[in-house]
């Protein structure tokens, strides 16, 4: 069952397991969601924080039979949902970049378009008011 549950995650991530013997019998089993080779974006912080389950070893046996249904079902799902609002975010950015780009190459103004030059004539004289003895306002 433990797969079953994972095998949404396991589509997007790589994925790690810690069992830890507690005291009383206890156990925790952790499920560390991890960047899978090839992948072209890191993880976000909630994407790579580990699913923690600390119980008897009966009862994470008990909730694992559960499947989609139990806790780590639940968990796996909402980690699911995460994933996949961040990755059409991601496409989003990557869209909106791209268009952004192809919209700023498309503004070159014909002045600086490549082979065709536009001067600006320089003033040959002062204005009329203008006054030897003060420096030309801008006002």
């Given at each position: 069952?433990?797969?079953?549950?994972?095998?949404?995650?396991?589509?997007?991530y790589s994925l790690g397991f810690d069992l830890v013997a507690g005291p009383?019998?206890?156990?925790?089993?952790?499920?560390i969601p991890r960047?899978?080779?090839?992948?072209?974006?890191?993880?976000?912080?909630?994407?790579?924080?580990?699913i923690s389950i600390t119980a008897s070893a009966a009862e994470i046996d008990a909730e694992l039979a559960r499947g989609e249904g139990g806790s780590l079902g639940e968990l796996v799902a909402a980690r699911k949902t995460l994933a996949d609002q961040l990755a059409e975010q991601r496409e989003v950015a990557?869209?909106?970049?791209?268009?952004?780009?192809e919209a700023a190459k498309a503004r070159v103004p014909a002045a600086k378009a490549p082979g065709r030059v536009t001067k600006t004539p320089a003033p040959t004289s002062p204005p009329q008011d203008a006054n030897a003895d003060e420096p030309t306002s801008l006002w």
């Open positions: 069952m433990l797969i079953t549950c994972l095998l949404p995650l396991l589509r997007r009383d019998d206890t156990v925790t089993l952790a499920v960047k899978p080779d090839g992948a072209a974006h890191n993880l976000e912080s909630g994407e790579a924080r580990p990557e869209a909106a970049r791209t268009a952004a780009a």
